[in-house]
């Protein structure tokens, strides 16, 4: 298992140290006008999905939580 992660880490290494290589070393920067609301909307589009995706984990861990505490409850014999 040890050689495994550590031909894993190895290979990212390389795979990092290759892809940095890769980047061009002059960038021609230019943004259409028209690109900034598209990129507007794909940015909301991620910045909500994420947030929703993490209120539904958390709504999900109140809900196991609370599973737990009657577990517990009706094993000590209380009521929650």
């Not at 290979?11 to 943004?31: N, S």
């Not at 709504?59 to 000590?76: D, E, N, Q």
Request: proline letters at 4%; charged letters at 15%.
């Amino acid at each position: 298992m040890k050689l495994m992660n550590r031909v894993q880490n190895y290979l990212r290494a390389w795979l990092l140290a290759y892809a940095i290589w890769m980047l061009p070393k002059e960038a021609a920067a230019y943004i259409d006008p028209g690109t900034t609301g598209m990129l507007s909307q794909v940015l909301y589009v991620l910045f909500y999905g994420i947030l929703g995706a993490f209120f539904f984990g958390l709504r999900y861990i109140k809900s196991w939580v609370a599973r737990v505490k009657t577990y517990l409850a009706g094993l000590f014999g209380r009521q929650p």
